[in-house]
């Protein structure tokens, strides 16, 4: 059980890796990750809070990024970073790494 929690775990904090790709908010992610992978807001909330403590700079400076306006090519909508979640997700199921997504 240990061992699938921890897998469990990470698989969440790889597809919050991935929404910081797509430059989303934790409300963005949250509400992505529990619309394409029925995780609940609730750990998705906790994993991202702890990566927050881990990588305090990062997070301070994304954070920081988030309150720029975008223009240009670099501007993409919350609807339009939203879209590549579920691709991502079916990626990640594909490749092994996590079957229970739906925990």
């Known amino acids: 059980m240990v061992d699938t929690s921890a897998s ?3 698989m969440v904090q790889h597809l919050i890796e991935k929404c910081l790709i797509f430059h989303m908010t934790k409300d ?12 609940k807001a609730v750990i ?21 990024s988030q309150f720029q306006p975008l223009s240009g090519p670099d501007w993409k909508s919350a609807k339009e970073t939203s879209q590549p979640i ?18």
């Open 8 to 10: 469990y775990i990470h």
């Open 28 to 39: 963005e992610c949250m509400e992505a990750l529990s619309k394409h992978a029925n995780i």
């Open 44 to 64: 998705t909330s906790t994993v991202w809070n702890e990566l927050e403590k881990e990588n305090r700079e990062f997070f301070e400076s994304y954070l920081q």
């Open 86 to 103: 579920p691709k991502i997700i079916s990626d990640h199921q594909a490749d092994g790494s996590d079957n229970d997504i739906d925990k």
